[in-house]
């Protein structure tokens, strides 16, 4: 059974840091994508930041505007974990921040089968 499984939200003041991680069980993500995005209360689930494979071992990251310049996605496959690092936090990134995997190269949420059950980032006005 595949599970992924998000840890690190929290509280902090804007212009903060912190680290999200998400770890998968159940199969080897080596090959996947996989990828952060989130949904602000009242609003969609948004796209953040995605990290995918292409063969043989070159990873490509991607951004959403509104992170690009303070988001940081890694990964460590030896771990099945990615991690988003983030700085400089404002007020607006404040949302449920939800990991999400699939074999597919993607963007479009509706496409990934997999997803962690989220993690609150708040960040006060």
């Known amino acids: 059974q595949v599970q992924l499984v998000e840890s690190g939200g929290g509280l902090l003041q804007a212009g903060g840091s912190l680290r999200l991680s998400c770890t998968a069980s159940g199969r080897t993500f080596s090959s996947y994508t996989m990828a952060w995005f989130r949904q602000a209360s009242g609003k969609e689930r948004e796209f953040v930041s995605a990290?995918?494979?292409?063969?043989?071992?070159?990873?490509?990251?991607y951004y959403a505007d509104s992170v690009k310049g303070r988001f940081t996605i890694t990964r460590d496959n030896a771990k099945n974990t990615i991690y988003l690092q983030m700085n400089s936090l404002k007020p607006e990134d404040t949302a449920v921040y939800y990991c999400?995997?699939?074999?597919?190269?993607?963007?479009?949420?509706?496409?990934?089968?997999?997803w962690g059950q989220g993690t609150q980032v708040t960040v006060p006005s």
């Open positions: 999400a995997a699939d074999p597919r190269n993607t963007y479009d949420q509706r496409q990934y089968n997999y």
């Open positions: 990290i995918w494979w292409s063969a043989p071992s070159t990873y490509y990251t």
